[in-house]
């Protein structure tokens, strides 16, 4: 059974800092590109961020380069979003998911092979 799971989310006050995570299991890892969304209900989904074993440097949003950091852990199957200088702005539920193939065609691509259930977070000013 294909799982993506998000964890980490909750509420912190701006300008702090937040570190999610997404627990992947059921497919090949090394061959898919994982990336992280958020959505704000009435909006549609706009991406943030991806990393694969196939690429050499996570791709960014212009929206969240230089404020937040994607790396993985290889040996836990195991994507991270470290968020900081969080503004009131970033509230939202964050979905990690995952496209077979590289980031490009990941940060391209409106649509994934799998998604997680999304973890809520909330910013406060």
């Known amino acids: 059974e294909v799982q993506l799971v998000e964890s980490g989310g909750g509420l912190v006050q701006a300008g702090g800092s937040l570190r999610l995570s997404c627990a992947a299991s059921g497919f090949r890892f090394d061959d898919y590109a994982i990336g992280w969304f958020r959505q704000v209900p009435g909006k549609g989904r706009e991406k943030l961020g991806c990393i694969s074993n196939s690429d050499d440097r996570p791709y960014y949003a212009d929206s969240v380069k230089g404020r937040f950091t994607i790396s993985s852990d290889n040996a836990k199957n195991t994507v991270y979003l470290q968020m900081n200088s969080l503004k009131p702005e970033d509230t939202a539920v964050y979905y990690c998911?995952?496209?077979?193939?590289?980031?490009?065609?990941?940060?391209?691509?409106?649509?994934?092979?799998?998604r997680g259930q999304g973890t809520q977070v909330f910013v406060s000013s």
């Open positions: 998911a995952a496209l077979w193939g590289i980031c490009l065609r990941f940060m391209e691509k409106d649509t994934n092979d799998y």
